[in-house]
């Protein structure tokens, strides 16, 4: 009888390791974490996709912490990986947000403020065309289930209930961070390109006709632009999105 209670007391530690890994970045990763999807469906979510990571991940040969500081420790550790993991692709996926602000702006958009998808606030129309594009890209493109093996993965790059290398980990931060930055201004540089040729054509001519409201007669004309020129590259930027964050994704794995 005490052996089973030993045992059932190692295997819900296990638990509590992998739950602590899986499930925090599960409520982080892009798609699974939306605050649209009620807590409780997450919370099963996390639940189900730790129960399925629990047989993979190599945690059965840690033993029970003796006492209270090193069990925290040992939790924390893992809940500090889960969250890498979730925000770093978190903000992968903030790229099409950042890329869409500068689009809507750049098309003249930053006044119309729909509502906003997927968590982010102050959202304009690309903005919100493009997030929601990506999230029924992750599910089709099926990089939710990369999302799961990478989770998976990570136990050979992060040893469990062992403190990663901080340095690195910060340095892989602000690499996700810049690589998103640069994906954004990626996606928005064709638009970025015809608003400052619109605005020196503007300029231009108001220099010539001053008495002409040039704004007036010139921006159906960049909306007009703005659209044309978004439905010709949404799918290059949305091929791009899912390349990188597949990418990223993969990383996990070597």
């Not at 992998?18 to 798609?31: I, K, Y």
């Not at 639940?47 to 209270?68: R, T």
């Amino acid at each position: 009888m005490e052996g089973l209670q030993l045992f059932a007391q190692h295997q819900v530690f296990l638990f509590m390791l992998v739950f602590a890994r899986a499930g925090t970045a599960v409520l982080l990763l892009p798609g699974f974490g939306e605050r649209i999807i009620p807590p409780q469906v997450r919370l099963v979510l996390a639940l189900a996709i730790s129960f399925i990571i629990l047989p993979l991940a190599p945690v059965s040969h840690i033993a029970v912490p003796q006492d209270a500081g090193a069990l925290f420790g040992a939790i924390g550790t893992e809940f500090l990986i889960g969250a890498f993991i979730g925000a770093s692709t978190r903000l992968i996926f903030s790229a099409l947000h950042m890329g869409g602000q500068l689009i809507g702006q750049s098309m003249g958009l930053s006044a119309l403020v729909p509502e906003a998808a997927a968590g982010f606030g102050g959202s304009t129309a690309t903005t919100n065309l493009l997030v929601m594009c990506g999230m029924t890209l992750i599910f089709v493109a099926d990089l939710h289930v990369l999302m799961i093996d990478a989770i998976a993965a990570s136990y050979g790059l992060f040893a469990p209930a062992r403190l990663p290398d901080l340095a690195r980990l910060s340095e892989d931060f602000i690499h996700v961070m810049s690589e998103a930055f640069v994906l954004a201004v990626k996606f928005a540089s064709p638009f970025l390109i015809i608003a400052f040729l619109f605005n020196l054509g503007l300029g231009l001519t108001n220099r010539l006709m001053q008495s002409l409201p040039v704004f007036f007669v010139g921006m159906p004309f960049l909306l007009a632009t703005g659209f044309l020129v978004l439905f010709a590259t949404a799918s290059a930027i949305m091929l791009s999105f899912a390349g990188s964050m597949s990418a990223w994704l993969n990383s996990f794995a070597t």
